[in-house]
């Protein structure tokens, strides 16, 4: 296997996304962290999304190659989800309140010579390519549609004359977020690492087989296509990698929020996300 992998910090003060490469065991992750709406600092200034992709990875990254090739990764999150919330116990967070906990997102695959494993929660995506040019996510992003309820009480607050980013976050932005936040790990929301036992209710996950499998994908939302493009957007950012590279695209992606610093152009919650992906280009 050939193995490229990036992170790249956006334009907030931490690289709240995690990564994983475990070559030996063939195992990959990467893991978004999502910042709590009850505001936590941790002893060096550190988030709770920050703390939340930390550990969930560390804890993986403990286990030897023979383990992570031998366990079942599903448990494996759920340990770490139950890790996760009694670190949160013991630095005094209320557990009870969804508004205050930390949080991550997660994509992991395990490459066997026949099959790929893999586990999700939240919006980190797993696509598969294939030799025949066929592009399949093996994942569903379950925040879509999310993030475009939001982002259209955005433009309408903007439509109502309220320009400023800071005006515009708290007016539209801010509360719908807390209404989904109080709605994650439910049938009504979303998937998300946070502590919650009901996330072993809900966890996805699954089995593909490698047949004619070329390459595989693993990215954290930062680097989904920007607003407006027309295609089905996990093909179209296969397509842009293969043509670019993961770095290419990467940093053209950067230029393009540069340039659009103020969010009107392309409308998103910062004017860059942080940015993390594995590409896996498979042998026979």
């Not at 009850?38 to 286990?63: F, I, K, Q």
């Not at 049938?187 to 004619?212: H, M």
């Not at 942080?274 to 590409?279: F, P, R």
Request: proline share 5%.
């Amino acid at each position: 296997m050939d193995i490229q992998h990036l992170t790249i910090q956006g334009s907030n003060s931490l690289n709240e996304d995690a990564l994983l490469v475990r070559e030996g065991a063939r195992v990959f992750a990467v893991l978004d962290g999502s910042t709590s709406l009850h505001p936590y600092r941790g002893p060096n200034g550190e988030t709770g999304g920050y703390l939340a992709s930390r550990l969930v990875r560390d804890a993986l990254n403990a286990l030897s190659d023979d383990e992570l090739r031998h366990a079942d990764l599903r448990q494996l999150v759920l340990d770490a989800n139950a890790k996760l919330r009694a670190e949160m116990l013991r630095q005094g967070v209320d557990v009870r309140d969804k508004l205050a906990l930390w949080t991550t997102c997660i994509a992991l695959a395990r490459v066997s010579e026949t099959a790929v494993e893999y586990v999700q929660a939240g919006d980190c995506m797993i696509v598969a390519i294939y030799g025949d040019g066929c592009i399949r996510p093996l994942t569903r992003d379950p925040v879509a549609w999310l993030d475009r309820e939001a982002k259209r009480v955005m433009e309408e607050a903007r439509s109502c004359g309220i320009s400023d980013r800071g005006e515009l976050f708290a007016a539209a932005a801010y509360p719908t977020m807390q209404s989904n936040r109080r709605r994650m790990n439910t049938l009504t929301s979303y998937t998300v690492v946070s502590g919650e036992p009901e996330l072993a209710d809900l966890l996805e996950s699954g089995v593909a087989n490698r047949i004619d499998l070329a390459k595989l994908l693993l990215v954290t939302d930062g680097l989904f296509p920007p607003p407006g493009i027309q295609e089905e957007p996990f093909p179209w950012l296969a397509k842009q990698i293969e043509q670019r590279t993961l770095a290419g695209y990467a940093d053209w992606l950067c230029a393009l929020e540069a340039g659009d610093p103020d969010c009107s152009r392309y409308p998103r919650y910062k004017r860059s996300d942080d940015k993390t992906a594995i590409s896996i280009t498979m042998s026979l």
